[in-house]
């Protein structure tokens, strides 16, 4: 994902990011915008979800006065905004269809109007799109534009959810901790463990809550497994805990991401557990998308799991 994310940000190319609900698709965007050419400029974010038609045209096109009942002056829209800048726009798939007819004619010709106005205007920005839902599906069922899906999907980055990256939790911990506490924190081993263990529907933005709650209830300089849910292990009881049925393929690549987490040694142990031959572990593996070399595997097996684990 990252190493996506550094190819094209110094690129003005549209950008859409994949991934669940709170697994960090804003914090994505920045990363983008920061590595771009137009670091300097703004960066703007509009979320459509929940939004209604109307206030989604009013935010991102602006208004003139009189443009309706209301518009007693007029406003600068977000499009506008973020003139020189990264335009960030979240929830894509919540976009009413005659707003993705306007949205598409942005992207294809730079220009816009203002609600009630006449003259068009030329945009100047780097487009960056987010959304949850499954916009392929959402075109076949008549939802969401078929031109322009294809005209957003041109450089999709998935973010994977949390539940599949368990090795960032360390790291992601020791930043929340240090944001929500105004005290010096860590974490227990075993707490962590407990962490480990846990599917995160809710991903990084459910981390964050329970470290935040976890930082209040804690007395001295360690965050400890009572300081979590009593039942925060138990939503997790193996790789195959995350949802519904899946097809057989996906809950092999589910319980491999799974396994490689837990792993302690290389990857040739890891083979021999799983009672298949160290190649066909890396071929798997690189088709899960989790590794991208051997370099990389190696690493990734290597990794000790975390005490108490």
């Not at 549209?14 to 590595?35: C, R």
């Not at 497994?225 to 049925?245: M, S, V, Y």
Request: charged letters at 25%.
């Amino acid at each position: 994902m990252l190493e996506l994310i550094q190819r094209v940000a110094p690129s003005d190319a549209t950008v859409l990011l994949l991934g669940e609900s709170g697994v960090g698709k804003e914090m994505a965007a920045h990363a983008l915008h920061d590595a771009s050419e137009r670091a300097q400029g703004p960066f703007i974010a509009v979320d459509c979800a929940g939004m209604t038609e109307a206030l989604i045209s009013s935010e991102l096109f602006g208004h003139e006065k009189g443009a309706f009942t209301g518009a007693v002056a007029r406003k600068i829209g977000l499009v506008e905004a973020a003139a020189g800048g990264t335009l960030f726009i979240d929830e894509v798939g919540d976009i009413p269809l005659c707003l993705q007819v306007k949205l598409l004619r942005l992207i294809e010709s730079g220009t816009f109007r203002r609600v009630g106005g006449l003259d068009p205007m030329r945009a100047d920005f780097r487009l960056v799109l987010a959304t949850h839902r499954n916009l392929e599906a959402m075109v076949e069922e008549g939802s969401f534009r078929r031109d322009l899906y294809y005209r957003i999907s041109a450089f999709p980055i998935h973010i994977p959810p949390l539940r599949e990256r368990c090795e960032d939790l360390p790291l992601l911990v020791e930043s929340l901790l240090s944001r929500v506490s105004r005290r010096p924190l860590r974490l227990h081993p075993e707490a962590m463990a407990k962490l480990m263990r846990y599917g995160f529907p809710g991903n990084v933005r459910e981390l964050r809550n329970l470290i935040e709650r976890a930082a209040l209830l804690a007395d001295s300089d360690t965050v400890l497994p009572e300081h979590l849910p009593e039942n925060l292990g138990e939503t997790r009881g193996g790789p195959a805990a995350q949802g519904d049925i899946v097809s057989l393929a996906e809950a092999e690549l589910r319980y491999l991401r799974w396994a490689v987490c837990r792993h302690e040694g290389d990857r040739h142990a890891l083979a021999r557990r799983l009672g298949i031959s160290a190649r066909t572990l890396f071929r798997k593996l690189r088709e899960a998308g989790h590794v991208g070399s051997r370099t990389d595997l190696r690493a990734m097996a290597a990794r000790s799991p975390m005490p108490g684990e």
